[in-house]
């Protein structure tokens, strides 16, 4: 058996909420590929009965296989179906959803791709007015079809079951009939080269027309998705005008970014103020959807 690799103690031990702890568990699984159940524990300071209640979650949802004296990684080429990926990282992606809508003024264009983090931006964007709203993310169409200002568009097609989805030649060609002031977009995972990845081609190609569609790119992605592998290479983290996210960048990848994406991450507390100063701004220029767009891809 080869030796367990050596997991660094936390600085200071600090029992966290179960679903936390399992967002960190992954990360540590991606970067060691297999864990000891002691390992785990000692990192943690938690007990080994606390551990395995984690690591047996999470084989139970696919994500870890077990191993004699702990667990490993599984490495699929398929995602995890669509409502398990909803509740993953629940409150990190509501707080992405919400920074991304104070973003966004009324009355402007927005093209919504698919994926669990677009919906929460859908779901903060309910309460805008007058929007001009282009999606294949059925979730997102009817969080958004509450408030009836909003004018919601949808292309035809077949429904990818069981993911409330819309992807194909015809969903791509709608999203490039439009020029959208803003495009919102997730990704299955990110390579540690900056590179983004997606579990099939019909996701990428998705994620293209939509890019090529709009004036201003926004790329939202909790931090599970760093480091998480996927088949399909489809454009690269330096590719939007914004990325959203919840936690900071590592240096490597915070330097491919520089001078070049404007980066809003959620647990910074001074992430809303940046943000409100946004709002300011657009507001204090009529609400110029134009304005917005240039103050907020300021940078790029």
């Not at 966004?104 to 983090?117: A, D, E, F, M, Q």
């Not at 592998?229 to 959203?244: F, M, N, T």
């Amino acid at each position: 058996m080869p030796a367990t690799p050596a997991v660094t103690p936390a600085l200071k031990p600090v029992l966290k909420p179960a679903s936390l702890r399992h967002n960190e568990i992954i990360a540590l699984f991606r970067q060691h590929g297999f864990l000891t159940m002691e390992a785990l524990a000692e990192h943690f300071a938690v007990t080994t009965q606390t551990i395995r209640r984690d690591i047996n979650a999470l084989c139970d949802a696919d994500i870890l296989r077990r191993r004699h004296g702990g667990a490993e990684l599984i490495l699929s080429a398929r995602n995890q179906p669509y409502d398990m990926r909803r509740i993953n990282n629940l409150e990190q992606k509501a707080e992405i959803g919400a920074a991304v809508a104070a973003l966004i003024p009324n009355s402007c264009s927005v093209l919504i791709g698919i994926g669990t983090t677009p919906e929460q931006v859908a779901l903060a964007l309910a309460k805008h007015d007058h929007l001009t709203v282009i999606t294949n993310n059925l979730r997102a169409a009817l969080a958004l079809s509450t408030n009836q200002n909003n004018q919601v568009i949808v292309p035809g097609g077949t429904l990818r079951f069981p993911n409330p989805e819309i992807l194909g030649n015809d969903a791509d060609k709608l999203f490039r009939n439009f020029r959208a002031d803003f495009g919102i977009y997730g990704v299955g995972g990110v390579d540690t080269d900056g590179t983004l990845l997606d579990f099939d081609r019909m996701e990428s190609s998705s994620r293209q027309a939509l890019r090529e569609s709009c004036r201003t790119q926004i790329l939202v992605t909790d931090n599970s998705k760093f480091g998480r592998q996927a088949p399909v290479r489809g454009g690269h983290l330096s590719d939007p005008d914004i990325l959203v996210t919840d936690s900071p960048l590592s240096p490597a990848l915070a330097a491919m970014l520089a001078g070049n994406t404007r980066v809003v991450v959620t647990s910074q507390p001074d992430y809303s103020t940046d943000t409100d100063r946004q709002s300011t701004t657009s507001a204090a220029t009529g609400n110029s959807v134009m304005a917005a767009i240039a103050s907020i891809a300021a940078g790029k």
